[in-house]
């Protein structure tokens, strides 16, 4: 496999992450203009670990996700029985407060006679744990893979349990659900922190391929490109947003068969695409009727 | 002390004003459509590159490169009205949103494939040097903008107020389908109004390109979020919200940025937004309280 070929897959791979991210809390009937802060925390914060503290990598990699879910916390605690435009917006008002925060983060220290560590808007240079110990970048790939493929079973199982029935009929009508006995506030608190640690888990995995990170990384554009691979690949299922990624990062910017005019024929294709499917290619109807016919055949 | 005060507060008001003027136009198309133009701000940039071209190529007068800036934005915002929110009237307000985001894209590059490198100058409304009054300095081109703004908004709240148009308006706001059973056709109201919206902001992109002097692809984002910002510390809830919440972020920035660094600038506004959604205070929510804001 060539470089392009596997920067290319592993791109698709690690935004997934993020985009799983938007579409759990898309289920739960929330929009956040906000997952990219999570994935930012998890950056900066595996990174600090793995380059600053020489810890192991998956364990930098657990300790992200838990700082990720408690970072979605603390932002969902006040934010998410807010409706619509509001939670939107205030989970994009946290992303920035982020964003500007590293900004003014400023940890450095001497690893082996050279500064390392985040340096405020100058970013995070070093975070070379993955090259120095010798993980190829097929191998890291794979690693990628490997994870995305567990938290995809993890959702997929979910989604046909009772837990993911519950989660879209919040998504539908959370008065319904609640007089049904659904504890909402505490469903999708759990929802929040979920998504949250799969963000940070995305971002390890961003900071450690690309070995350097800067604030500019998380802005806005991130945050609503993740909502829009989420809404593109369908809203009926956890590969939905992997569609997503793959039409966008894997079709038009792998095939370069537009060049510069990439972002003119995609923009113009997901418009014309939520015309005809207003939540997406994957949406519930056509997951709904695949899945009965197979349930049919055995 | 009190001097430095008093010039920041003039300088908030003044990049206030263009806050308002851009969260006005935010205001109108949520108040009739109940959905978030994302490519409001592109829509503006594209106008303002048009102008740029023009410049460029034509060395065109300050009154052309308004009308081209106006007349693009216009032009672009029917073109998102028609692909991302006729299309979407009575369903998701996610799909229109994403949408319109997929066209910012489409504006983003577009601008960048026309005027290809990062940054361009663009005239100055006055290049007069600034009054001095009582030890306090005052740009000639922010007095006429401020001018402008109180003008723009004057007119508005004639047309809004004391017209057919502006009762039309009003009332499909307040309840489309009542306003359809009134012989209100909501269509041409929501197409109106976009245009409406669209010139607004046009206008509020010819004052920000003509007093910084530059024009750069960010200004697309910069307007989306500026108008945001300023739309929902006003409240999201009516047009005197909006020019409040424009002047607000105005002043709050020009004072963070003396008192705490141009860097703790933005911190403070987002954080101030932030606690706001939290607190949720009555006068936030009037309008989405009697139909969803989603």
Redesign the interface.
């Known amino acids: 496999m060539d470089d392009f070929t596997l920067g290319v897959l592993t791109n698709i791979g690690l935004f997934s992450f993020l985009a799983l991210s938007a579409y759990l809390l ?1 289920l739960a009937g929330e ?1 956040s203009f906000g997952q990219q802060a999570f994935f930012g925390v998890g950056a900066y914060a595996g990174g600090v670990l793995t380059a600053l503290y020489s810890v192991p990598l998956p364990l930098a990699a657990l300790a992200a996700m838990l700082l990720g879910a408690l970072a979605a916390l603390l932002v969902g605690l ?2 998410l ?6 939670f ?3 989970t ?3 992303a ?2 982020a964003r ?2 590293f ?2 983060l400023r940890f450095q220290r001497s690893i082996d006679g050279e500064l390392a560590g985040p340096d405020g808007t100058q970013g995070f240079r070093g975070i070379r744990w993955v090259f120095e110990h010798g993980v190829e970048a097929a191998d890291f790939l794979l690693l990628i893979y490997g994870l995305l493929a567990f938290v995809l079973t993890v959702l997929l199982a979910v989604e046909r349990s009772r837990l993911g029935a519950t989660l879209r009929s919040i998504g539908e009508d959370p008065e319904l659900a609640a007089s049904l006995g659904v504890d909402v506030d505490r469903f999708k608190l759990g929802v929040a922190a979920c998504a949250g640690a799969l963000a940070a888990l995305g971002g390890v995995l961003f900071a450690h391929h690309n070995t350097y990170i800067e604030p500019r990384n998380f802005d ?2 991130l945050g ?1 490109h993740s ?2 691979y989420a ?2 690949g369908g809203l009926g299922t956890a590969l939905g947003p992997l569609l997503g990624v793959a039409l966008d990062i894997g079709l038009l910017e792998g095939s370069r068969l537009f060049g ?5 024929v ?7 695409l ?2 005809v499917r ?2 997406g290619l994957l949406d519930e109807q056509l997951v709904h009727r695949f899945t009965s016919r197979t349930l049919r055949r055995r | 002390m009190l001097l430095d005060l008093l010039q920041n507060t003039i300088d908030g008001i003044a990049s206030g004003a263009t806050y308002a003027l851009l969260a006005v136009g935010f205001t109108l198309i ?1 108040g009739v459509l109940r959905r ?1 133009n ?1 490519s409001f701000g592109p829509a503006i940039m594209l106008g303002c590159y048009g102008a740029t071209w023009l410049h460029l190529n034509f060395q065109s007068g300050l009154v052309v490169l308004a009308a081209a800036t106006v007349a693009g934005a216009v032009l672009a915002g029917a073109y998102v009205e028609r ?2 929110f006729a ?2 009237r009575s ?9 319109s ?6 504006f ?3 601008a960048t ?1 026309v005027l290809p490198r990062h940054i361009y100058p663009f005239p100055l409304l006055h290049e007069g040097a600034p009054f001095e009054f009582l030890g306090l300095t005052l740009r000639p081109d922010t007095l006429a903008v401020l001018g402008a703004a109180v003008v723009l908004c004057t007119l508005l709240h004639r047309l809004l107020y004391r017209s057919r148009f502006g009762l039309a308006v009003r009332a499909t706001i307040e309840n489309p389908v009542a306003a359809s059973l009134a012989g209100i056709d909501p269509g041409r109201v929501f197409v109106l109004v976009f245009a409406l919206a669209s010139a607004i902001g046009g206008i509020a992109g010819y004052f920000i390109v003509a007093t910084h002097g530059q024009v750069t692809p960010m200004l697309g ?1 910069w307007s989306t ?1 500026k108008g ?1 910002l300023a739309m ?1 510390l006003g409240g ?1 809830g009516s047009l005197p919200g909006a020019i409040a919440g424009g002047l607000a972020l105005g002043l709050i920035e020009a004072h963070s940025q003396w008192f705490l660094g141009p ?2 600038r ?2 403070v506004a ?2 101030l ?2 606690v706001l ?2 607190a ?1 205070p009555a006068w ?2 009037r309008w ?1 309280t009697s139909r ?3």
Not at chain 2, 101 to 106: G, H, P, R, S
Request: charged share 10%; glycine share 6%; net charge negative.
């Open positions: 898309l929009m006040p934010t029985r807010l409706k619509g435009l509001y939107a917006m205030a994009l008002a946290a920035e407060i500007l925060l900004e003014l806005i554009m609503v909502l829009a809404l593109i510069g005019t990439r972002m003119i995609f923009g113009g294709l997901v418009a014309v939520l015309i207003p939540r | 949520f978030v994302l692909l991302c299309p979407h369903g998701s307000a996610i799909a229109a949103m994403v949408a985001f997929a066209l910012w894209m489409q983003e590059e577009l494939l984002m979020l945001l929902m999201l860097q703790l933005d911190l987002y954080l937004l932030f959604l939290a949720n936030m929510t989405t969803s804001a989603s």
